[in-house]
């Protein structure tokens, strides 16, 4: 299995910024074929903020083009979202997610960080 650690959120005022990490560690991993981010705000459900693949240039939510950043290290198996000039409204729970495959396995499927809390308020 593959299993991802998420670190970096908080408590930030609007126009703050703040660096959220995800990584993992498993030996298991025979390629990952995208990396991304999504989160999930009160009362809403899961949506995509940015995202990673290995054929394409990122892609972003258009509420966060601008002020957040992906990136990543395949080295260390690890993505990182940069998010600049932070709002009220990206108030959420931020997941990273991984969709790799391990080896012994038929295909790639998705795996999920256990979710940070980002809180923006003044």
């Known amino acids: 299995q593959v299993q991802l650690v998420e670190s970096g959120g908080g408590l930030v005022q609007p126009g703050e910024s703040l660096r959220l990490s995800c990584a993992t560690d498993?030996?298991?991993?025979?390629?990952?074929?995208?990396m991304g981010w999504y989160r999930q705000r009160p009362g809403k459900q899961r949506e995509l903020v940015a995202r990673?693949?290995?054929?394409?240039?990122?892609i972003y939510a258009t509420s966060v083009k601008g002020r957040f950043t992906i990136s990543k290290d395949n080295a260390k198996n690890a993505v990182y979202l940069q998010m600049n000039s932070l709002k009220p409204e990206d108030t959420a729970v931020y997941y990273c997610?991984?969709?790799?495959?391990?080896?012994?396995?038929?295909?790639?499927?998705?795996?999920w960080g256990q979710g940070t809390q980002v809180t923006v308020s003044s």
């Open positions: 997610k991984f969709t790799a495959a391990i080896l012994g396995a038929l295909g790639p499927r998705d795996y």
């Open positions: 990673l693949s290995t054929a394409t240039t990122p």
């Open positions: 498993s030996k298991n991993i025979f390629t990952i074929n995208g």
